[in-house]
Structure formats: structure tokens, C-alpha cells
T-cell receptor, first 113, second 109 residues
Framework: EAGVAQSPRYKIIEKRQSVAFWCNPI?????LYWYQQILGQGPKLLIQ????????DSQLPKDRFSAERLKGVDSTLKIQPAKLEDSAVYLC???????????FGPGTRLTVL | DAKTTQPTSMDCAEGRAANLPCNHS???????VYWYRQIHSQGPQYIIH???NNETNEMASLIITEDRKSSTLILPHATLRDTAVYYC??????????FGSGTKLNVKP
């Protein structure tokens, strides 16, 4: 079974630039999550999708972050414009249903200069 | 906000059992306890989860106290590859996973 795929693995941008991350969850997984993990901290949930609908985006900085999951499969997370404090690893996870564990992708490491 | 408390770091000798504690004193009756670990530069990896009873799988055992206010993850024979950050997570309402800072387990030869 293929795991959660994310791209790119690494991204370096300058502040005020835009960036987008892509996630392909495990086939058939209805729930998809995006997390932000700052160095030395645990992952922080940004947004949760159930199929193509948003379940929770209370921790998403909506003035600069946006996410979508068209057709309930792949998802993209965008930051526009980026700030220095957005430097982090962005993790995508998926879950077959709300009774099972989450499966995480390898993450995208973002560096904002 | 995380609702678990874990030690910042622990050491364990290779081949010995690693016992990682977690306090979750505010857990409610229908909340599960999950354990994940994160090896350097990788995404978190699921280990085990439980509600009330002790659980065991091929990776670890989970011991939950009778009052459910704390739990212990046991790696029976730690190896160097078990060096990682271990997260104890309480599954809250609407299925939010809150990760704290975790415990950095150092397995030493």
C-alpha cells in the first residue's frame, strides 16, 4: 500500500513570496490533515478535511494560509505572502475513517529567508 | 493546546525495556490515548492506541491506569533504531489530534 505522498520535500523562499505544497493521501482515506511543525515542537494541526469539506480550520492563519481538497482526494496548502516565522515542516496525514490511526507523509521543509 | 504531560527526555540502554510515561489527568471517558513516534526528519509513525484496557502489538505495549489519568508506553527490548521523539496524544472531541512536545528517547549502546 502506497503511503502519503508530499511534494516538494524542501523549499526555500524569500519572505513575502508565495509557496504551495501538495499532498496525495492514501487511496480511500476520507480524512486529510495538514500540520505545521516548528523546530523542537510537536506538530500543530492547521486544517482537517473530511472528503472535500473543511471540518476544522480554527488554527489556520487565514490571512495568509489557504488550503483546498478538490474532489476529496489530493490537497494543496498555500502560503501567500510568507513570513519568516512560517519556516517549519508542513506535514500531511490521512486517515481511513475516524476510528483508525493517522498516516503521515514525509513532510515538506520550508525555509523562509 | 495539548492535554498531556510527558518528560522532556529519557535514556535507555539497548536491549532493555523503555517505559515512557504520560499524564492525561483531564481525559474524559470516551477519549482514546494514542502514541506516535517521530524519528529525525521523518513524519510521525503510529505505534499503538487504547481506551481503557491494556493493549499490545508487535511494536509496543500500552498500560493505562484504572482511573485513566495516566499511561505508560513500553518498548520491551529497545534498539538504537527506537531513538526518537515519542508523543502521547489524547483524542479529543471531533477527532482533533493535539501533539505536545513529546519525550526524546535516547537509546544508548
Amino acid at each position: 500500500e502506497a503511503g502519503v505522498a508530499q511534494s516538494p520535500r524542501y523549499k526555500i523562499i524569500e519572505k513575502r513570496q508565495s509557496v504551495a505544497f501538495w499532498c496525495n493521501p492514501i487511496s480511500g482515506h476520507a480524512t486529510l490533515y495538514w500540520y505545521q511543525q516548528i523546530l523542537g515542537q510537536g506538530p500543530k494541526l492547521l486544517i482537517q478535511f473530511q472528503n472535500n469539506g473543511v471540518v476544522d480550520d480554527s488554527q489556520l492563519p487565514k490571512d495568509r494560509f489557504s488550503a483546498e481538497r478538490l474532489k476529496g482526494v489530493d490537497s494543496t496548502l498555500k502560503i501567500q505572502p510568507a513570513k519568516l516565522e512560517d519556516s517549519a515542516v508542513y506535514l500531511c496525514a490521512s486517515r481511513p475513517n475516524l476510528l483508525n490511526e493517522q498516516f503521515f507523509g514525509p513532510g515538506t521543509r520550508l525555509t523562509v529567508l | 493546546d495539548a492535554k498531556t504531560t510527558q518528560p522532556t527526555s529519557m535514556d535507555c540502554a539497548e536491549g532493555r525495556a523503555a517505559n515512557l510515561p504520560c499524564n492525561h489527568s483531564t481525559i474524559s471517558g470516551n477519549e482514546y490515548v494514542y502514541w506516535y513516534r517521530q524519528i529525525h526528519s521523518q513524519g510521525p509513525q503510529y505505534i499503538i492506541h487504547g481506551l481503557k484496557n491494556n493493549e499490545t502489538n508487535e511494536m509496543a505495549s500500552l498500560i493505562i491506569t484504572e482511573d485513566r489519568k495516566s499511561s505508560t508506553l513500553i518498548l520491551p527490548h529497545a534498539t538504537l533504531r527506537d531513538t526518537a521523539v515519542y508523543y502521547c496524544i489524547v483524542l479529543l472531541a471531533f477527532n482533533k489530534f493535539y501533539f505536545g512536545s513529546g519525550t526524546k528517547l535516547n537509546v544508548k549502546p
